[in-house]
């Protein structure tokens, strides 16, 4: 009998080595994917620095209209990485709270098991020090499981973003994202024809996405930068329009008004840009102040 209850001492070794085994490899794999997150994240900085820094070395106007939409571009991709790395961040942390928490229950348990097998095979509880021969022995009482410390887990960013403009993907399915992203590589790349019809396919397959009115944007800066502006402004046109609750409408807006400028129609261009504030009243500085410089630059009234 004493043999057959004295191993549990064993016992928590091998509960903390199944466990570990158990939740190792999630616990792993967010880490994994935080660090090539970061990683991307990282590459992406560069190389928008490197594009901002040609730009202010001063190019021609084609040019700097090339630069200023594989910045746009990236400047997306920068926010979106952002946002999934704070959800992996966000993982990881809630998987070594998990973590903890289980340990805890299996030493509580394991303890408890320990005691057990113990008391079983002394025969009963020791007589507490001091007490005389034929003193009542009061077992102790077992102690209560430890409350679960699990902190509560940040909040995940809304939208798949965590800063204002970025695109908005909850409800985007993997293959919509995969689409998307590929179109995104292409103008990153300066691929405009190739992005082009990639980003039609993408609004015709996935219209109703979160991502749709985004795309719709993306595919008006193919034709403004190629300086097909009487099309851009109609695409334009159609983002505001249909997805006038995309974050990308008040950037459809802006661009609207400056295709409008190019096009020869300065009144109509310097218009939209004045009500592009009062619009757009949530806006991001940046298109505020991008809609200020282009109305300067074009001598609007």
Known sequence: ??????????????????????????FGQAASDLGALRDHLAALSETATEIQLAQAGGVSPAAAAQLDLRLSALEEEIRRLTGKMEEAQNTADRNQAEMKRLQDDVEFRLNRLEEATGLMAGGG????????????????????????????????????????????????????LTAYDAALGMLRRGEYDQAEASLKSFISTYGSDKLAGNAQYWLGETYYVRGNYDVAAQTFLTGVKTYGDSAKAPDSFLKLGMSLIQMGQKDKGCQVLGELPGRYADASQTIKSRADRERKAAGCP
Do not use: H, K
């Open 125 to 176: 509880a020791p007589a507490a020090a001091g007490a005389g021969v034929g003193a009542a022995v009061t077992p102790t009482p077992a102690p209560a499981a430890p409350a679960p410390s699990t902190p509560a887990p940040a909040p995940a960013p809304s939208g798949g973003s965590s800063r204002p403009g970025g695109p908005s993907t909850a409800s985007s399915s993997p293959a919509a």
């Open 1 to 26: 009998m004493f043999r057959l209850f004295s191993r549990p001492s064993r016992l928590p070794v091998a509960g903390a080595l199944l466990l570990a085994a158990w939740t190792a490899p999630a």
